[in-house]
């Protein structure tokens, strides 16, 4: 017979069938003790983490109501104190997340709860750990303390070793539609609907960015930022490009949301090249995209983007961070060989 929930407090939004799955799992309690949440950057996974962190911990006595956001155990996760979630971090210097850093949360993760049901470990970035620092974490994976949950978020599992996804219960949560998008941040949020649409169309689906962007007015000065940098990429020359790929080599984690923007504008400049009726991503670009085209083609976009997906993907990697960015912009259009 199937089980009807109520309407739950987890504050995740775009993502219902993962929030029903997890709510179903602790209503029958089939609790795993390793979560591998993945998608794309921005996409909602650290919100998401949270809130089943908090609907693990939380004291409400009916199940199917947790969280209830009211408890004390749901207060601190909400105030960021809990002292029964641990958190990893990433090297400062080179973006990595480290082995050293991975040992000292399985270490915490291993003593008692203070005061709740679970000790809750949210490993951010688990795609920045290479093999080595993965290995940190397989023997709490193989014999895990009763108490102990991990919660491990990646963009994809491309870089995860196979005996740790063995381990886990993957849960990949998808791009969140652009109507719902709208409605969310209309609703939930307090945008315009015009602001609605054109951060719906922006966010490539990436939840997450949508709602910093409602409520930061610095993420869209950012972008304007980024973009224009971008637009001034064609016209540089050769040392221009090395000049600047010496600047982006010095803040690794600044890269990733740096290029999967200029991803988004590399595809809207193919569609627009090709004539494709798909709506564009940066529909406040249209006017710098047309003008741009008028030294592109479909080719030298196709180019840069699959230059720009090429970078992405060796982040993770201990690559040549400076000589990998020359080769991506040498590849871009716009430079006289």
């Not at 040992?103 to 920045?128: G, T």
């Not at 627009?272 to 479909?298: F, G, K, Q």
Request: hydrophobic fraction near 40%; include cysteine; charged fraction near 25%.
């Amino acid at each position: 017979m199937a089980v009807e929930l109520q309407p739950h407090n987890w504050k995740v939004y775009g993502h219902d069938w993962a929030v029903e799955y997890l709510r179903k799992g602790m209503l029958h309690n089939r609790v795993r003790q390793a979560y591998l949440i993945t998608g794309s950057p921005s996409v909602g996974k650290t919100r998401f983490a949270h809130a089943f962190a908090m609907a693990l911990n939380c004291t409400h006595d009916d199940t199917a109501a947790r969280p209830c956001g009211e408890c004390r155990s749901c207060k601190l996760v909400l105030s960021g104190n809990h002292p029964d979630l641990v958190y990893s971090e990433l090297d400062s210097g080179t973006g990595a997340l480290r082995i050293e850093a991975l040992r000292d949360v399985m270490r915490r993760i291993a003593l008692k709860p203070f005061e709740s049901r679970y000790r809750i470990a949210i490993i951010a970035d688990f795609d920045h750990a290479r093999g080595a620092a993965q290995d940190a974490i397989l023997k709490t994976l193989e014999e895990p303390p009763p108490h102990a949950i991990l919660l491990l978020l990646a963009t994809s599992t491309d870089q995860t070793l196979s005996t740790i996804i063995s381990r886990c219960q993957v849960v990949y949560l998808r791009p969140v539609a652009v109507y719902t998008l709208q409605a969310v941040l209309t609703a939930h949020y307090h945008a315009q609907p015009e602001q609605a649409e054109l951060l719906a169309r922006l966010s490539s689906g990436r939840i997450g960015w949508a709602i910093d962007a409602v409520e930061r007015e610095d993420i869209l000065e950012q972008r304007t930022t980024a973009l224009d940098l971008l637009d001034q990429v064609v016209r540089m020359n050769r040392a221009a490009r090395f000049d600047l790929a010496g600047d982006l080599s010095k803040d690794k984690t600044a890269l990733y949301p740096l290029l999967e923007l200029w991803q988004t504008y590399w595809r809207d400049i193919l569609l627009h090249a090709e004539n494709s009726p798909t709506r564009l991503c940066n529909i406040d670009r249209t006017a710098n995209i047309e003008r741009l085209m008028y030294d592109l083609d479909a080719e030298g976009a196709l180019r840069a983007l699959k230059a720009t997906q090429t970078l992405l993907g060796q982040l993770a990697t201990n690559v040549n961070l400076r000589l990998a960015i020359e080769v991506m912009l040498l590849d871009y259009p716009g430079l006289k060989r």
